[in-house]
């Protein structure tokens, strides 16, 4: 039978997925495939494009709407003295009150909240531009990141397509109503373009930076995709 | 005995190469794509939240919903590759014609279902893939197609928002994703008796390409022997 050993070495690429196997290198291998995964994800966002928006009423019940803390969903916030402080690669830094962020055009928007976890809601949410806040600081517009922390130590961080993109919220409302403790009050990022864990709460401080901080993203750092885009 | 007929290069290596990629990505998918479901394993509403079932008391991979994901999101390069690759040469050196389920395979289909469940007779073998192998085959493969269209929308709800809308939104998608895995996890443990009872000529046929001894005569030689 002709050239059988040959068309069967022909078959040995499919060896390499052992590779798989090996215990020291499965970590970097794996590592490799949600860092190009991620890379693709980044490669193929359309700026302009926008997420499903939906109707008043396809919006489940505020009541249905998860509480998805990591620790404590009540951090100690004295709400009085709260500022957002925005610093890094702007050319007015300092301390914002919620007052001056309100001031800005108010979006309103019913979108879908999809959880790493599998499970997804349609909520309601409003809030001001992420963007419209970085042309009031004076942000630097070739900026890559945008990276925030929180009352309760949570912290993440953005690409700057991601960031200026028109969905993106600085959210202080749910349901026409001021946030309540357990989502986020009084500010949280809210990003129909990104997975829940993306979406941080309480948020206490944002940097503007060409470089993403050591701790770039609580659930990132453990091993989801850091990008987590949708 | 039946005379020994020449051997047939049945499977060419681009077919070879992704089927055996393939099995080995179908299976990672398929077990961490077990994990990653047993972290909401319900296609209702969050709350109040009903389980199905707990699939991390199967067999699943990746240890957790993060270790799962990684997994899924490299193996799905894996496999979209392979899948695309086995497409176009497919198409281009029209092989795709020996396993395509087309109109004209229907009436075979009950006889050859007869004979394998309900001990009928065995209806004459004149090609590479009888009608109810192109039918399984052909599924199958609508399968994959299925399985990876609804993975990428659930990756990317909101990019491809249109697509998403094809299959009933994102919420749908996720039940149309679990069928594609349910029709692969119908297909294979038939696929593996099949192999078993064909014995080794048919097996090795996958990993050289040769079928030695086919019992069939493919239809370009009989034209030859005329």
Redesign the interface.
Same mark, same amino acid.
């Not at chain 2, 999101?73 to 894996?78: A, G, K, L, N, R």
């Not at chain 2, 990317?156 to 990019?159: D, F, N, T």
């Given at each position: 039978m002709p050239q059988t050993r040959r068309e069967l070495l022909k078959l040995s690429p499919v060896l390499a997925l052992g590779a798989f196997a090996v215990p020291g290198l499965r970590g970097p291998l794996l590592r490799a495939g949600v860092a190009f995964s991620d890379w693709a994800s980044a490669e193929t966002f359309r700026d302009a494009h926008l997420a499903p928006t939906y109707a008043d009423i396809d919006a489940v019940a505020l009541n249905r709407f998860p509480y998805n803390g990591y620790d404590v969903l009540e951090p100690d916030i004295d709400f009085a003295a709260w500022r957002l402080e925005i610093r890094g690669e702007v050319t007015k830094p300092g301390q914002y009150t919620l007052d001056q962020i309100k001031a800005l055009p108010k979006v309103r928007q019913n979108t879908r909240h999809c959880c790493v976890e599998g499970w997804d809601v349609i909520g309601r949410f409003a809030g001001t531009r992420l963007a419209d806040v970085l042309t009031l600081v004076g942000a630097d517009p070739t900026a890559r990141f945008v990276a925030v922390t929180c009352a309760d130590d949570y912290y993440e961080s953005i690409e700057m397509a991601c960031a200026r993109h028109p969905q993106t919220l600085l959210c202080y409302e749910m349901y026409d109503h001021p946030l309540d403790r357990g989502h986020g009050a009084p500010l949280r990022l809210q990003i129909p373009t990104k997975l829940g864990y993306k979406q941080a709460k309480y948020l206490t401080t944002m940097t503007v930076t060409n470089v993403l901080p050591a701790a770039a993203s609580y659930w990132g750092d453990q091993g989801y995709s850091w990008y987590g885009g949708l | 005995m039946e005379r020994t007929r020449a051997?047939i290069y049945e499977h060419p !290596?681009a077919v070879? %190469?992704t089927h055996?990629?393939n099995a080995?990505a179908v299976t990672?998918l398929t077990l961490s794509g077990l994990r990653?479901?047993s972290?909401?394993p319900?296609f209702g509403?969050?709350?109040p939240?009903q389980d199905l079932f707990d699939p991390s008391s199967l067999v699943t991979l990746g240890g957790?919903?993060?270790?799962a994901?990684? !997994?899924h999101?490299? %193996?799905?390069?894996?496999f979209m590759g392979a899948g695309l690759l086995y497409l176009v040469t497919q198409i281009l050196s029209g092989h795709f014609r020996t396993v395509l389920f087309v109109p004209k395979d229907i009436p075979g289909v009950w006889p050859m279902a007869r004979h394998y469940f309900l001990f009928g007779p065995k209806p004459p073998q004149t090609s590479q893939y009888n009608p109810l192998q192109k039918l399984a085959y052909t599924t199958t493969l609508a399968m994959g197609a299925l399985s990876m269209l609804t993975g990428l929308v659930l990756y990317?709800?909101?990019?491809l928002?249109a697509l998403?809308?094809i299959f009933g939104?994102?919420?749908q998608t996720?039940v149309w994703h679990f069928v594609a895995m349910c029709g692969f996890l119908a297909f294979i443990p038939g696929h593996l008796v099949m192999v078993a009872l064909h014995g080794w000529h048919n097996f090795a046929a996958m990993?050289?390409?040769?079928k030695?001894n086919p019992e069939y005569t493919p239809a370009s030689a009989r034209q030859r022997a005329r």
């Open positions: - | 051997p !290596w070879r %190469f055996w990629t080995v990672v990653i479901f972290a909401f319900s509403p969050k709350i939240q957790w919903l993060g270790g994901l990684a !997994w999101f490299t %193996f799905m390069w894996i990317k709800p909101a990019q928002s998403a809308a939104g994102y919420h996720r990993l050289t390409g040769w030695k």
